[in-house]
């Protein structure tokens, strides 16, 4: 062990500027109030306003109990300046971008279609756009401030479905299939400067919107797969994928980049 380190404060995240994209709804919810309970400044970017001000008002009303603090900014990922504004917005109320979660996506509102040649073309489009081209850019709006720092952490949010391919929303796998190999490829590019870049692969995980849209028969069966097929036989929930992304926003995770973890309770895709 070097001389002078100590793994005291390897996991502490307070105060720490925490941009999380899809942050209002959804897992995202999720992902930024945890952050905020542990002391993190949280930057909610999100198409869904009335959601993410409410999320955000919330994460302010306990910061003299959690030490975290939030702000909302309106972001479509899909258009750049709009993620440039995002930066601005978190550089001018934090004064700096220490994190960047990628979890925006489409999949909810993106029907399964039984035919792959049924999907629209510009169903096609948006889906990449925001599911692909939308890490790119939240990538390049927040590099410049990261590279001046000298420090920076950047999380992807891809899915387990592209390491076994699924039927039905073949646009989404391969979108997340991307995330993978931009998330290697990237962090070979930013390394030097300090900045991480990793992948996190979730099982399907009932957050309210997913669980809004399936039946409750639905969630027995996944639960009877899982105990079938999994290492923990148990539908996963937002709330598992917590710790990861704590632990890739942190300290402790220094050395480790360009990594694909799959957190899904080790489902045996053989």
Request: glycine share 12%; proline share 3%; aromatic share 6%.
């Given at each position: 062990?070097?001389?002078?380190?100590?793994a005291?404060?390897?996991?502490d995240?307070?105060?720490?500027t925490?941009?999380?994209?899809?942050?209002?709804?959804?897992?995202?919810?999720?992902y930024s109030?945890a952050?905020?309970?542990?002391?993190a400044n949280?930057?909610?970017a999100d198409?869904?306003?009335?959601?993410?001000?409410?999320?955000?008002?919330?994460?302010?009303?306990?910061s003299?109990e959690?030490?975290?603090?939030?702000?909302?900014?309106?972001?479509?990922?899909?258009r750049?300046a709009?993620?440039?504004?995002m930066?601005?917005?978190?550089?001018?109320?934090f004064g700096?971008?220490?994190?960047?979660?990628n979890?925006?996506?489409l999949y909810?509102?993106?029907?399964?279609?039984?035919?792959?040649?049924d999907i629209?073309e510009?169903?096609?489009?948006r889906?990449?756009?925001?599911?692909?081209?939308?890490?790119?850019?939240?990538c390049?709006?927040?590099?410049?401030?990261?590279r001046a720092?000298?420090?920076g952490?950047?999380?992807?949010?891809s899915?387990?479905?592209w390491?076994?391919?699924?039927?039905?929303?073949l646009?989404?796998?391969?979108?997340?299939a991307?995330?993978?190999g931009?998330?290697?490829s990237?962090s070979?590019?930013?390394?030097?400067?300090?900045?991480?870049v990793?992948a996190?692969?979730?099982?399907?995980?009932k957050?309210?919107t997913?669980?809004?849209?399936?039946?409750?028969?639905?969630?027995?069966?996944?639960?009877?797969?899982?105990?079938?097929?999994a290492?923990?036989?148990?539908?996963?929930?937002?709330?598992d994928l917590?710790?990861t992304?704590?632990?890739?926003?942190?300290s402790?995770?220094?050395?480790?980049?360009?990594?694909?973890?799959?957190?899904?309770?080790?489902?045996?895709?053989l």
């Amino acid at each position: 062990m070097p001389e002078g380190f100590s793994a005291r404060g390897l996991f502490d995240i307070a105060g720490r500027t925490i941009v999380v994209t899809g942050g209002a709804v959804g897992i995202g919810k999720v992902y930024s109030k945890a952050l905020g309970e542990v002391g993190a400044n949280v930057v909610i970017a999100d198409i869904e306003a009335e959601a993410g001000k409410a999320l955000a008002a919330g994460i302010e009303a306990a910061s003299n109990e959690t030490g975290g603090h939030a702000i909302f900014v309106e972001t479509d990922v899909s258009r750049m300046a709009a993620c440039q504004a995002m930066a601005q917005a978190a550089v001018d109320r934090f004064g700096r971008i220490d994190g960047l979660v990628n979890n925006a996506a489409l999949y909810a509102k993106i029907p399964k279609r039984k035919n792959w040649e049924d999907i629209p073309e510009e169903e096609w489009d948006r889906l990449m756009a925001v599911n692909l081209k939308g890490i790119f850019n939240c990538c390049k709006a927040v590099h410049a401030r990261m590279r001046a720092q000298g420090y920076g952490k950047i999380v992807n949010i891809s899915s387990s479905t592209w390491l076994t391919g699924t039927t039905g929303r073949l646009h989404y796998t391969t979108s997340k299939a991307g995330v993978v190999g931009f998330t290697r490829s990237i962090s070979h590019d930013l390394g030097s400067e300090g900045i991480t870049v990793n992948a996190v692969c979730p099982g399907l995980t009932k957050s309210e919107t997913i669980g809004a849209t399936m039946p409750e028969s639905h969630w027995q069966a996944r639960e009877k797969k899982m105990a079938g097929t999994a290492a923990i036989p148990r539908v996963q929930m937002p709330e598992d994928l917590v710790g990861t992304i704590i632990f890739l926003m942190s300290s402790a995770s220094d050395f480790v980049t360009g990594q694909t973890i799959a957190c899904e309770g080790g489902v045996n895709h053989l």
